[in-house]
């Protein structure tokens, strides 16, 4: 059975650019996080969904958005790209909330020059 | 808010040899779940081992065990037997245990890089 799948794997944008993220999670899992991680630092979580809902959102600027479809995939959006914004992007799904355990995809890193 | 501390940046062992990883929290919470993930070079989070505070015995996966002191708020990582790809970066996790809107937020340490030694 496939992973937690995130594309692109790698990107490069410019300040001021608008980059969106893919997650598509383990076949037959709802909830969908998204997490920031900064060089050399731990994931910040960013946002959850749980069946199309928000269910929890970080301590993030609002140029950062997400959604979730109902194939259970799930965007993240980032508006107004800034230098500090360069990290890993992180998406994990779990079959649903209180199960206790999150899988993590390898990654979308995002370059901002 | 938790929060959630490794004091340890790098750390190396003797391949065969045991090495143990620091990890301490805080919370004012009395039930909560802990983790250890390895994060390797390929980036993706692996989940080590998971502990349940309600639960007095130390979670143990092969070669790999937990020292859970919740008094002191202390969750240690002890493996065994260390092998060539047991090399990655260490993260302690905190997750509440229960939340009536599902989240399921996970507060992550600055991790610890294990290098072993052939």
């Known amino acids: 059975d496939a992973g937690v799948t995130q594309s692109p794997t790698h990107l490069i944008k410019t300040r001021g650019q608008h980059v969106t993220l893919r997650c598509s999670p383990i076949s037959g899992h709802k909830s969908v996080s998204w997490y920031q991680q900064v060089l050399g630092q731990g994931p910040q979580f960013i946002f959850q969904y749980y069946e199309k809902e928000e269910r929890g959102r970080g301590n993030f600027p609002d140029r950062f958005s997400a959604r979730q479809f109902p194939n259970y995939s799930s965007e993240l959006n980032v508006n107004a790209l800034l230098l500090g914004d360069s990290a890993l992007y992180l998406c994990?799904?779990?079959?649903?909330?209180?199960?206790?355990?999150?899988?993590f995809g390898e990654g979308s890193r995002l370059t901002v020059l | 808010a938790q929060t959630v501390t490794q004091s340890q940046p790098e750390m190396s062992v003797q391949e065969a040899e045991t090495v143990t990883l620091s990890c301490t929290y805080d919370?004012?919470?009395?039930?909560?779940?802990l983790f250890w993930y390895k994060q390797p070079p390929s980036r993706q989070m692996i989940l080590v081992i998971r502990?349940?505070?309600?639960?007095?015995q130390n979670a143990t996966e092969n070669r790999f065990s937990v020292n859970f002191q919740k008094a002191a708020k202390s969750f240690s990582l002890k493996i065994s037997d260390s092998q060539l790809g047991d090399a990655a970066m260490y993260f302690c996790a905190y997750r509440s245990w229960f939340s009536n809107f599902g989240n399921e937020k996970l507060t992550f340490g600055t991790g610890t890089r294990l290098t072993i030694i052939p």
């Open positions: 919370t004012s919470e009395s039930d909560y779940y």
């Open positions: 994990a799904s779990s079959s649903g909330p209180n199960t206790g355990e999150l899988f």
């Open positions: 502990q349940e505070a309600y639960k007095q």
